[in-house]
């Protein structure tokens, strides 16, 4: 176990491609070579070096390059084109700015760019980043804690897997069935990556805010522990009333704090909440039930939502309608697997939240089950559902069979929902409140 008596740097893996073109605003020191760097550059790669330079070359190292400003509080440095919202609706490219240092490595073939920096100067941008730099003051403070307790847990949780003999599996596969989760374990080079598989963190390009700098500093290595333990403190959009089980979503280990919670800390009337049910899913999913996340507060949810985020506004419930030949035809790209002619979609299993955790895709060639919960989303759009949280109902027309899917929430459901907890913010909740509100029987506490 750390522990943690400093702020510890921690690496983000921002950008990788076949080039990498960025620029430094003032000068920085390369590491291993006897220069000093300012200007335009482009890097490439080219077996185990890295060549660096802009109109020639300048410089070309083996393994990494570390390129470190000289002033800190006044160089930063510009990477063009970063992808964001990668494999989303809003997938976009920019150019985004960042403090700290520049690490050039060898990944695959292609030459990857990592941020090092101090972990709370990361979480001043993610928090601007996951969200708006305006959200309530309690809102920013209860997601400081969070965002700084999820990466030291999946910190500790690296370490642990690295001494460990037995090779970490995220899939079940058999010729009838696969059972995929996604988690952190696909970053070996660095602790996280920039996108929403991890945390939204985009340098200084979201512009920040002295609220934003004010939550972080006053929950300083604050969060939540369990028995001793940091807690892994998920969070998501939109719950859609019911948060999930972890074990649901990611590998089958039960935290009991991340337990399913009803959004508005009461079950409202009329509903059966055991979504394990069929019967009880559905009429839940296709009702309008109260929770916090139920809200068309534009206020909050401008406070809680990024442009692009704002985007999306039938997070609570929403709904996708298919022909069935358009679904064969997604399907077929998105799994790699010929279905034939798609006739069914099956819901098999359901968690606590009402999230499909195995789906039975029935077509005229093949069947076969998928889940879990991202690999449902995942084969069921262009991008990604909304969530798995969803009935399907067929009908014909005179185009032939149409597939509608009625859902509830914005991604996976375990642990924090944002939206939920915005409207908490602006009711008045403080942000131990909002905590212990989504993360029962956890205890708050400094490591640093």
């Known amino acids: 176990m750390n522990n943690w008596r400093n702020v510890p740097d921690i690496q983000v893996g921002i950008l990788t491609g076949?080039?990498?073109?960025?620029?430094?605003?003032?000068?920085?020191?390369?590491?291993?070579?006897?220069?000093?760097?300012?200007?335009?550059?482009?890097?490439?790669?080219?077996?185990?070096?890295?060549?660096?330079?802009?109109?020639?070359?300048?410089?070309?190292?083996?393994?990494?390059?570390?390129?470190?400003?000289?002033?800190e509080d006044r160089n930063f440095f510009t990477l063009h084109s970063v992808i964001i919202g990668v494999n989303f609706h809003w997938e976009r490219r920019e150019d985004q700015m960042f403090r700290g240092k520049l690490r050039l490595i060898i990944e695959n073939?292609?030459?990857?760019?990592?941020?090092?920096?101090?972990?709370?100067?990361?979480?001043?941008?993610?928090?601007?980043?996951?969200?708006?730099?305006?959200?309530?003051?309690?809102?920013?403070?209860?997601?400081?804690?969070?965002?700084?307790?999820?990466?030291?847990?999946?910190?500790?949780?690296?370490?642990?897997?690295?001494?460990?003999?037995?090779?970490?599996?995220?899939?079940?596969?058999?010729?009838d069935e696969i059972v995929r989760w996604y988690d952190r374990e696909d970053h070996i080079n660095y602790d996280v990556c920039a996108d929403d598989h991890c945390q939204r963190y985009q340098g200084i390009t979201r512009a920040s805010t002295p609220a934003v700098e004010k939550a972080v500093n006053e929950t300083k290595g604050e969060v939540l522990t369990y028995n001793g333990n940091i807690c892994d403190t998920r969070y998501y959009k939109c719950c859609g009333g019911l948060s999930?089980?972890?074990?649901?979503?990611?590998?089958?280990?039960?935290?009991?704090?991340?337990?399913?919670?009803?959004?508005?800390?009461?079950i409202p009337e009329g509903y059966d909440t055991d979504l394990t049910d069929e019967t009880n899913a559905r009429r839940w999913i296709k009702g309008n039930p109260g929770s916090f996340c139920n809200t068309n507060d534009k206020i909050v949810l401008s406070q809680v939502l990024n442009d692009y985020d704002q985007e999306t506004n039938d997070f609570f419930r929403w709904k996708v309608t298919y022909f069935q030949s358009d679904l064969t035809d997604l399907v077929r790209a998105r799994t790699g697997i010929d279905f034939g002619i798609i006739t069914d979609l099956i819901p098999l299993e359901r968690g606590a939240s009402g999230r499909i955790i195995r789906l039975k895709i029935v077509g005229s060639e093949k069947t076969m089950v998928i889940g879990k919960e991202l690999e449902i989303r995942k084969a069921l759009s262009r991008t990604h559902l909304y969530s798995s949280c969803f009935v399907v109902e067929k009908r014909n027309n005179e185009n032939g069979t149409v597939f509608t899917l009625f859902g509830a929430g914005w991604g996976h459901g375990v642990g924090l929902c944002q939206i939920g907890a915005a409207v908490m913010g602006s009711k008045g909740y403080k942000y131990l409140e909002i905590l212990m509100h989504y993360f029962r029987g956890a205890l708050l506490e400094r490591k640093y």
């Open 244 to 266: 999930e089980l972890f074990e649901n979503v990611w590998e089958p280990v039960k935290h009991p704090y991340l337990r399913s919670i009803a959004d508005l800390d009461k």
């Open 109 to 175: 073939y292609k030459i990857a760019a990592v941020n090092i920096l101090s972990i709370e100067d990361y979480l001043v941008s993610v928090i601007s980043s996951e969200m708006s730099a305006n959200s309530s003051v309690e809102l920013l403070k209860a997601h400081a804690v969070i965002s700084r307790g999820w990466l030291l847990a999946q910190m500790e949780k690296k370490a642990t897997l690295s001494k460990e003999t037995i090779r970490y599996n995220t899939s079940v596969i058999t010729e």
């Open 18 to 71: 076949e080039e990498i073109i960025f620029t430094l605003d003032g000068p920085f020191h390369a590491t291993g070579l006897d220069i000093s760097l300012d200007g335009w550059y482009k890097a490439t790669c080219s077996g185990n070096k890295i060549k660096l330079g802009n109109d020639t070359l300048i410089a070309e190292q083996e393994g990494e390059l570390i390129l470190s400003p000289v002033d």
